[in-house]
T-cell receptor, first 115, second 115 residues
């Protein structure tokens, strides 16, 4: 069974500092991996995705993530945090279960940006 | 492209009544749609998978007679919460999967409050 672990339910960074949100996954087959952002009372917006092409994936709003198979990790980073980055971030893994793709979400990490 | 809408965005209803939530893929055909439920400060919980023209597949612990799902066309799925109770109050999010099968596009969510 696939699963996703996000370390740290809350992360606080200063404006301009590096953002690092951690995600580890388990999957029996090569997975597809995603990072989503959710602002209060809104749906999920895709930040970036890994689909077995380049291991370093660049997304929107300056975010990127690196797929490391040996570490089963897909951590999300951004060099310099903006106030507008404050939101909830979800890592997700998708692999084929019972003949169809099933997505499993992590528990989320709330990012706080301190001015 | 790949826009998913939900209607209504929020609804308040009285206990015992039924509420219908619509999920539409606006610019692509979605053979599969998903319904999620999200409690405050928690991750998304998959409720059911809806395939066009067939019965929905419900996750363990989700009452199919309470949460009626209909996916009558390639662009529309509906979730009806029957005989709603206050504990059904939650944020309901739908997503639609494109023909490639590995990425889901999320709607903006519907906030249901049962009084």
């Amino acid at each position: 069974a696939q699963s996703v672990t996000q370390l740290g339910s809350h992360v606080s960074v200063s404006e301009g500092a590096l953002v690092l949100l951690r995600c580890n996954y388990s999957s029996s087959v090569p997975p597809y991996l995603f990072w989503y952002v959710q602002y209060p009372n809104q749906g999920l917006q895709l930040l970036l995705k890994y689909t077995s092409a380049a291991t370093l994936v660049k997304g929107i709003n300056g975010f990127e993530a690196e797929f490391k198979k040996s570490e089963t990790s897909f951590h999300l980073t951004k060099p310099s945090a903006h106030m507008s980055d404050a939101a909830e971030y979800f890592c997700a893994v998708s692999d084929r279960v019972g003949g169809y793709q099933k997505v499993t979400f992590g528990t989320g990490t709330k990012l706080q940006v301190i001015p | 492209g790949a826009v998913v809408s939900q209607h209504p965005s929020w609804v308040i209803c009285k206990s015992g009544t039924s509420v219908k939530i619509e999920c539409r893929s606006l610019d692509f055909q979605a053979t599969t749609m998903f319904w999620y439920r999200q409690f405050p400060k928690q991750s998304l919980m998959l409720m059911a998978t809806s395939n066009e023209g067939s019965k929905a597949t419900y996750e363990q612990g989700v009452e199919k007679d309470k949460f009626l799902i209909n996916h009558a066309s390639l662009t529309l799925s509906t979730l009806t919460v029957t005989s709603a109770h206050p504990e059904d109050s939650s944020f309901y999010i739908c997503s639609a999967r494109d023909f490639k099968g590995y990425e889901q596009y999320f709607g903006p969510g519907t906030r249901l409050t049962v009084t």
